[in-house]
C-alpha cells in the first residue's frame, strides 16, 4: 500500500515536468509590394451603372446609349419611332377619311371621293385602317421598350473584361481513317 501511495506521488508531481517546452522559433512578417498589371484596365466595377443607363432611355430615348457611349444607336431609335408614329397618323388620318365618307352616305349624300365603293368596302378600310394603327402604336412601343432593354444591356457587357487571350474558335477536321469531316469548337486559353 505504501509503493501504491509513493507511485500515485510521483505521478501527481511528475506532470507538471512533462509540459510543453517553449518554442525558440519566431514568425516573420513579410510585406511584398504588389505592382499594379498593366494587362487590366482601371476601371472599377459600377454596379449601378445599368440601372442608370436604362433610368436615361426612359426618360429620354437614346440618352442611355449616349451614356454608354454608343451615339451610333441614336438615330436607330429615332428613326424606329419616327416611322411609328407617321404610320400611326398616315393610318388616323385614312381612318377618317373612310369613316367620314361612310357617314355621309348614311346621311344621304353621294358627292364623297369614293364613287364605286360599296358601303361594305368601306367599313372593311376602317377596320383594316383601325387594325394598322394598333400595329403602328405596338412598333413605337416595341422601339421604345427595345431602347430601354439595349441601354440596360449594353452598360452590363461595358463592364466585363475581353481579352484576345481567350477565344473560342469553331474547328474542322478531316479523319484520316474514313475521310469524313469532324465538327468541334475549341477553347483557348494563351498565358501571358
Same mark, same amino acid.
Given at each position: ?47 449601378? +451603372? ?15 446609349? +449616349? ?33 367620314? +365618307? ?78 469524313? +469531316? ?11
Amino acid at each position: 500500500m505504501r509503493n501504491k501511495f509513493l507511485y500515485i506521488f510521483f505521478l501527481i508531481f511528475a506532470t507538471p515536468l512533462l509540459a510543453q517546452v517553449s518554442d525558440t522559433l519566431k514568425v516573420k512578417e513579410e510585406r511584398a509590394i504588389v505592382m499594379n498589371d498593366s494587362i487590366f484596365n482601371d476601371v472599377e466595377y459600377e454596379p449601378l +451603372a445599368p440601372a442608370r443607363a436604362a433610368f436615361y432611355s426612359a426618360v429620354l430615348p437614346g440618352l442611355g446609349q +449616349a451614356y454608354n457611349k454608343k451615339y451610333w444607336k441614336i438615330p436607330i431609335i429615332y428613326a424606329g419611332m419616327a416611322t411609328g408614329v407617321y404610320f400611326y397618323k398616315k393610318q388616323n388620318d385614312d381612318y377618317h377619311r373612310f369613316r367620314d +365618307a361612310y357617314k355621309r352616305r348614311l346621311a344621304g349624300y353621294t358627292d364623297d371621293e369614293f364613287q364605286g365603293i360599296s358601303n361594305d368596302r368601306l367599313i372593311n378600310a376602317q377596320k383594316s385602317a383601325q387594325k394598322n394603327k394598333s400595329v403602328s402604336i405596338i412598333v413605337t412601343l416595341a422601339f421604345y421598350l427595345l431602347n430601354v432593354i439595349d441601354a440596360n444591356v449594353d452598360a452590363h457587357l461595358r463592364q466585363y473584361e475581353v481579352r484576345e487571350d481567350l477565344s473560342l474558335q469553331p474547328n474542322l477536321e478531316v479523319n484520316p481513317f474514313n475521310s469524313q +469531316a469532324q465538327y468541334g469548337m475549341s477553347l483557348t486559353y494563351r498565358f501571358k
